[in-house]
């Protein structure tokens, strides 16, 4: 088979294989290609797929060979055009005689096409593409421009010093973040954050994934906002043992670690005293949490839980008996993530579109188009994934809104009471990427009407008692009307105060992070008491904690997140309140 028609397969995915695009290809086992020069082929053909796309329909290449599908046409066309050595193919090879028929045809459009943006030479447009000024389609993550390639420097391995020395020696600093949210992808500049400790700020579109600091985790692909849960926690080396519930791929594991490793002591750090225990319940996204703590040098304090439910930790085990903090930041509706980079995104040609009815024809030559501007006003047909394993969780759309975040805020309350329960825990964050009230400000103040809360004396940790950095980020939680069930007993001082506690990131402003939000929750005293009250409980709460006190339930995102997974037993679990009245029955 050929690299184009191999390249094809796995963009289309022929096979069904899950996994980023990184390990469709490498996990590839018949791949006649090699796989270094296929991923090239896409990667490439990504990144020119829009201008092609509409290069392809103006030609009405699609229309007259008929045996090219619209992603093989994309591939022949961007190495006709665009590779040194054009078309990876022998003379007489069916693709490459195909497409060698339209030569002329397409490369004309390509010209016009060029000209029209603006582009005087082929390197100019070159440029523009690579600095990701052009080529752009207009979408509803137009926002994702300016937001900036946050880094996190791993101090397990590295400094920002030793950083600054060598992998951006020759970069100009500067204290406005604005100005590096607005340059290209070829400007040295970088800003250090004010917030968190060893966080820089690169252009949106740098491309730093080929340098050695990155491929040897010295540097680490991180959001700002997704710093904010690790700094938060504040581990100190008097807090014990921490756990990480939802941990891959593991960037606020290995954040926590460098955390706890800097402040460790040398001689307390070759004893290992205090543990990092990370809970994932995937086995897959296990094996890149595993890889990523290797990488980051994390694994001296790390313990990986690959596929265990963090929800079916016995609390009391022995083994979490040193357990003071707790990191969560469990499954959600990702509506926080901003369309990134590190998505492939590929516009595809649509065959029944030609030179007289493409959406642009008629425009006037002479018009520049701005960067941003929307490139066709048809539906584009594009396809989506994932390069590497690395990025965070992203979790199904389908399915009705309330609904599912009906079904998330249970699950996420679910997570939070469980780690309230562990015995000597005096410390725990919670947070999501999501922008929803039900799934962040909703499941704290439930957890904190939650009797396991109110007798185990758990409390929102107040701004004043956050750290600096922290308390110094105004963006603050927010209140929305009937959306918490049942009678609060708050007074508006105090749920104001509780807003003030919770810490939000909004997307697509001039802070530059993604939509967050993260609220850590403390209580002075450990002692646990036994047995637990169930009075003044709002009804969402009590649902959740008989769940809670019952095993035979989990958390079972499959592809619809925050399903409740069918107990082992053969009961109709379809109607939740037919299970509760049964658990009640079996607790009497
Ligand atoms: C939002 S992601 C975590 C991202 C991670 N904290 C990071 O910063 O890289 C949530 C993860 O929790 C896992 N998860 C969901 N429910 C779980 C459970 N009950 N026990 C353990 N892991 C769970 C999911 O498989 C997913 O990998």
Redo the contacts with the bound molecule.
Sequence with gaps: MSLYYEAAAVLANSDNAGGSLKSRIYNKEDLKSSPAQLFAVVIEASKWSSVLKEVIERSELLKEERKLTPILALLLTHDLILSKSGVAAPANHALKLAINRHKARLSAEFTKLRIRDGHGTLQAFRDAINDGIAGEVETASHNATLHPRWIRVNTIKTTVAEQLATTFAGYGMTDDLRAVQNASARSKIYYVDTHIPNVLALPPKADLSKCPAYIDGQIIFQDKA?CFPAYLLDVQPEDGDVID????????TTHLAAIILERMSRDVQDGRKQRIMA????KI?AGTLRKMVKLASADQIVSIRGGQ???VANPDSEEFKNVEALLL????SGSGIVGRDDVLKIYLPDPQLGATNNSNAGRSKKRKRRPQESRTSQPISTLKMELDDTA??ETSTDGNLTERLAALSTFQLR?LLHAMRFPKARKITYSTCSVYFEENESVVFQALASSVAKERGWRIMKRKEQVDGLRKWNTRGAWENNKVGGALDLTVEEREAILDACIRCKKGTDDGTMGFFVAAFIRDDSTTPDGLETENLTPETEAVEEEEGWNGFS?D?GKSVGRLEAPKSSEDVSDPSKNKKKRKRRKK
């Design positions: 997704s519930g939802c941990a891959a791929p593991g960037n606020k809970f994932e319940k995937d996204r439910d963090f929800l930041d469990p499954s959600c965070t969780e997570i958390d995102e």
